[in-house]
T-cell receptor, first 112, second 114 residues
Framework: DAKTTQPNSMESNEEEPVHLPCNHS???????IHWYRQLPSQGPEYVIH???SNVNNRMASLAIAEDRKSSTLILHRATLRDAAVYYC?????????????FGKGTRLHILP | SAVISQKPSRDICQRGTSLTIQCQVD?????MFWYRQQPGQSLTLIAT?????????ESGFVIDKFPISRPNLTFSTLTVSNMSPEDSSIYLC???????????FGQGTRLTVV
């Protein structure tokens, strides 16, 4: 699996937008960019994914650089419930292996 | 979407014994996986649970220590054998229908070995 690099931790104020960066300079053309998050004492949950174009859903937005070597997960208005570890993961559509290899992720702290 | 249930949610076990963790998915999934998460760490993939055949283990994990079964598309078990305190961890089950769709995770089984 191609590797991703994320900051170890970030901090944001409640009700403000949060931009979580991810670098994936060795991404291949068939790698999807997925984001998962793990709330305290819970299993990971899916947030969003994309291939080339920016994506929006009810939880977040995903902005993908034109060269696809980096991406940013955007939480438009952070709440205390968004405090979690966020994982940026590349998933290969060619091999359809489907297994997810987790990196260390970014621990997001939300300040009230 | 799919909901993944794990049993037990937590257990305290004596060293030298074995514990079997069950994972039930409420819909058919193509792939199922088992992970371990040590305190304060990220998730580490143990193995892919293959339906009707032997599991595929990641480097550092062996069948004798972590036997896995998957008799059908919605159920799998992971056994932690001959436990030692180093096996104290959270064990999580995951399932999905393949890239690029989302994967689903159970809430985990918190195992403490004393």
């Amino acid at each position: 699996d191609a590797k991703t690099t994320q900051p170890n931790s970030m901090e944001s104020n409640e009700e403000e937008p949060v931009h979580l960066p991810c670098n994936h300079s060795t991404i291949s053309g068939t790698d999807y960019i997925h984001w998962y998050r793990q709330l305290p004492s819970q299993g990971p949950e899916y947030v969003i994914h994309g291939l080339t174009s920016n994506v929006n859903n009810r939880m977040a937005s995903l902005a993908i650089a034109e060269d696809r070597k980096s991406s940013t997960l955007i939480l438009h208005r952070a709440t205390l419930r968004d405090a979690a570890v966020y994982y940026c993961i590349l998933r290969d559509d060619v091999n359809r292996d489907d297994k997810i290899i987790f990196g260390k992720g970014t621990r997001l702290h939300i300040l009230p | 979407s799919a909901v993944i249930s794990q049993k037990p949610s937590r257990d305290i076990c004596q060293r030298g014994t074995s514990l079997t963790i069950q994972c039930q998915v409420d819909s058919q999934v193509t792939m199922m996986f088992w992970y371990r998460q040590q305190p304060g760490q990220s998730l580490t993939l143990i193995a892919t649970a293959n339906q009707g055949s032997e599991a595929t283990y990641e480097s550092g994990f062996v069948i004798d220590k972590f036997p896995i079964s998957r008799p059908n598309l919605t159920f799998s078990t992971l056994t932690v054998s001959n436990m030692s305190p180093e096996d104290s961890s959270i064990y999580l089950c995951s399932g999905g229908a393949g890239v690029p769709t989302e994967a689903f995770f159970g809430q985990g089984t918190r195992l403490t070995v004393v």
